[in-house]
């Protein structure tokens, strides 16, 4: 086989590495497949969260926006905070080592999630089960935002550039393979054992992952399988790769797109398993295991498909990469609707079947994203930027979208179920100059609906009637009140879901808009051009001017509750709308400032001249 050397300047030698890749075939295959496992595990420590939703968040008296907060933007800003200085690491850094590093955190963390309880420190003191899993989410955070960036750089100095699609789609279907493994795994396991076990076994096995990985898996030199040049591939500097990355029109449209999809994937994740039970009145397993798993496994066969098809596509139109994915970002809208709104048999098929079968369609075409990002972000990067790269789009989907995209869900649906307490019959005045308080809240529903879900599974001879069922709860719960439950529950969660699968629509017309741009910016990549930086200079102030005049917007004319009301009220003060508004705008203006100030400072520091790869030598 032919190799590929570094000369004395770093600059890699014409030897046939950009041909044929790094290593013998059947070594490639394995080290790909190792690299999907690391993510598989990502995804089910990740999604684990959602898995054990209904009886976690009744265990921790979370509404569903304290759900959003902890299953999203708890978990996504670490994660992305730390994944740029770790990709900047693994520009120049051993990648294997640092994966297997954050392989071991991440799964620790996982494991110890299941440690969450209510802890007296001392002096009075008390750490509530909820503030324990939050800090252990930030934990896992922090690790997994060591995967992607290195795994990514690895594949592409594995295989030459006509096969990083395939190769890259099939890493991507690490994010549905690992959701429903912890679908089909963790479910059953919850019902069996509880949530606290389901941390326990699915955590700890990474670390045994870990071990195998870096006994197994060689380090290639960088920029090993790209076409040959003189360039030396010492890092980019932050400004060289902030500047680079964003005078390409193709990849920043991409970066709104795939941004867009996350948004609208992480909210349904999040919050797919708590619409079940609610619909369905099925157990966390049950819906695990029977609906959630299989439309996932639909999801990962559209992943890698789309990926395959760009690839032989590809060779005739280059664009392809973009409408594929864009069109798939548009189908899966109407899909979405369909199995959300699936409440009454159709031609004699059960709701349920045709709730499963139509998230399964949505998942199977809008999936096909995840290839589509990774292809892009390689073909439009040299190897020197490639990681950085990748961490920032990683950076710009996780905080806006894992970020956002699960707080938003939950805020839309509490407002609304809020918003039908306060009309209904179950609100009563308090006393004089207090004002109205509720006889019924969101974790009262939610205990009520996991007490007749597991009633309903029991066998027959120990199975008690819903009355007597529920007034096992505490405080008692009648057959009237849980009816009304039932209902405003479902409801509310059917809306939140309704308005997330429409905003795909937006991210498909991004992809169509990436896909004008991407011969062009392709070609530039070939020659290691990267234009002057002006397009950086521009968007960095609108992104900068648009966070600063959104802060002083929210901060001018909203009055938010306070924090802890907001996202750790069990029963308190009502979630509004305005709650919503109000944190959805501080947190969208934090990341266009940060994001307008990195661009900003990319243009400045590099001055008038160009990104061109052959100054760099």
């Not at 950076?395 to 806006?400: D, I, P, S, T």
């Amino acid at each position: 086989m032919a190799t590929q050397a570094a000369t004395a300047d770093g600059a890699s030698a014409d030897t046939g590495g950009h041909i044929t890749g790094y290593g013998a075939k059947p070594y490639r295959s394995y080290v790909l497949n190792m690299l999907l496992l690391c993510y598989i595990l990502n995804f089910i420590d990740r999604g684990l969260l959602s898995v054990v939703s209904g009886k976690l968040k009744v265990a921790i008296g979370a509404s569903d926006f304290g759900w959003g907060f902890i299953s999203g933007f708890g978990f996504a800003f670490l994660y992305t905070i730390v994944g740029i200085p770790l990709a900047r690491v693994s520009e120049t850094r051993n990648r294997v080592w640092i994966m297997a590093i954050c392989l071991v955190l991440w799964s620790g963390f996982t494991a110890a999630c299941g440690l969450s309880t209510d802890l007296v420190i001392g002096g009075g003191l008390t750490m509530t089960a909820l503030g324990m899993l939050l800090m252990f989410r930030v934990g896992v955070g922090i690790g997994e935002a060591g995967c992607t960036p290195p795994s990514n750089s690895l594949i592409a100095d594995y295989y030459p550039a006509e096969r990083r699609s395939t190769a890259l789609g099939w890493y991507a279907m690490g994010v549905t393979l690992g959701t429903v493994a912890a679908n089909v795994i963790g479910g059953p396991i919850v019902d069996a054992y509880g949530w606290q076990a389901t941390f326990y076994i699915l955590g700890l096995p990474g670390i045994a992952v870990a071990v195998v990985l870096v006994m197994t898996v060689k380090e290639p030199p960088r920029g090993y399988s790209d076409p040959p040049t003189k360039t030396a591939y010492k890092r980019a500097t932050w400004a060289e790769t902030f500047s680079a990355m964003f005078s390409k029109p193709s990849y920043w449209w991409m970066l709104a797109a795939t941004t867009i999809a996350a948004f609208g994937g992480y909210a349904i994740a999040n919050f797919q398993s708590l619409y079940l039970q609610r619909t369905f009145k099925v157990t966390v397993g049950d819906a695990a295991l029977y609906i959630t798993g299989p439309a996932y496994i639909l999801g990962a066969a559209g992943t890698l498909l789309t990926g395959w098809l760009a690839e032989r596509i590809g060779k005739r139109s280059i664009s392809s990469i973009a409408w594929l994915p864009g069109i798939g970002l548009l189908l899966c809208v109407p899909f979405y609707i369909i199995g959300f709104t699936a409440k009454d048999p159709i031609l004699g098929i059960a709701p349920v079947v045709i709730c499963t079968l139509f998230i399964g369609l949505g998942h199977f075409v809008k999936y096909g994203y995840l290839a589509a990002q990774y292809t892009i972000t390689a073909a439009t990067s040299p190897p020197r930027m490639r990681a950085t790269a990748t961490a920032i789009l990683i950076f710009a989907q996780n905080m806006l979208g894992y970020g956002l995209g699960p707080l938003f869900a939950g805020g839309l649906s509490d407002a609304v179920f809020s918003e039908t307490i306060n009309k209904s019959q179950y609100v009563r005045e308090a006393g004089p100059g207090i004002g109205q308080e509720r006889v019924l809240n969101r974790h009262m529903c939610d205990a009520a609906l996991q007490v007749v879900a597991s009633n309903n599974k029991k066998p027959a001879a120990t199975k008690l009637s819903m009355d007597d069922a529920l007034a096992k709860m505490t405080p008692q719960m009648d057959v009237a009140r849980y009816n009304f439950c039932d209902k405003t529950n479902m409801d509310a969660t059917t809306f939140s879901m309704i308005v997330i699968s429409a905003i795909y629509g937006l991210g498909g017309i991004c992809f169509f808009i990436c896909m004008i741009y991407l011969k062009r910016d392709f070609e530039a990549a070939k020659r290691h051009d990267f234009g002057s930086g002006k397009t950086g200079f521009g968007l960095g102030g609108t992104f900068a001017g648009l966070g600063v005049i959104g802060m002083w917007a929210t901060w001018a004319y909203l009055k938010p509750n306070s924090v802890t009301d907001v996202i750790f009220r069990t029963g308190g003060k009502p979630f509004t709308l305005l709650d919503l508004i109000y944190w959805g705008s501080y947190a969208l203006s934090i990341g266009l400032m940060v994001l307008g100030g990195a661009l900003l400072w990319g243009r400045f520091k590099n001055g008038p001249g160009g990104n061109s790869e052959a100054a760099q030598t």
